[in-house]
């Protein structure tokens, strides 16, 4: 069992900066997979980032690729998404959450965090 808490959202003006975390409970967290997905009001949850648990490789949707970057610091079981040049069609809520296998479909993923919002204005 996982439980995740997210932070770090706000608003933040096009162009700006933010880093969001999430904490994870439980001893195994650097077993898993990580993600990052986000939902806009009307819209499904999308992929947006995801890091390996062995060799910590990245993958990114091409909405976000080199402005967003996704890190793990396994000793602290916690994950981070730093998010430059951000725009307000990133607007959103964005989830953690933790699965076996690193994919970009939000039903494969076993843990979910609560969400952060994410607010970008014009």
């Known amino acids: 069992q996982v439980q995740l808490v997210e932070s770090g959202g706000g608003l933040v003006q096009a162009g700006g900066s933010l880093r969001l975390s999430c904490a994870a409970s439980?001893?195994?967290?650097?077993?898993?997979?990580m993600g990052w997905f986000r939902q806009a009001p009307g819209k499904e949850r999308e992929f947006v980032a995801a890091?390996?648990?062995?060799?910590?490789?990245?993958y990114y949707a091409d909405s976000v690729k080199g402005r967003f970057t996704i890190s793990r610091d396994n000793a602290k079981n916690t994950v981070h998404l730093q998010m430059n040049s951000l725009k307000p069609e990133d607007t959103a809520v964005y989830y953690c959450?933790?699965?076996?296998?690193?994919?970009?479909?939000?039903?494969?993923?076993?843990?979910w965090g609560q969400g952060t919002q994410v607010t970008v204005s014009s």
């Open positions: 890091i390996r648990s062995n060799d910590g490789n990245t």
């Open positions: 959450a933790a699965g076996w296998v690193v994919v970009r479909t939000a039903n494969k993923y076993d843990y």
């Open positions: 439980g001893r195994t967290f650097s077993i898993y997979a």
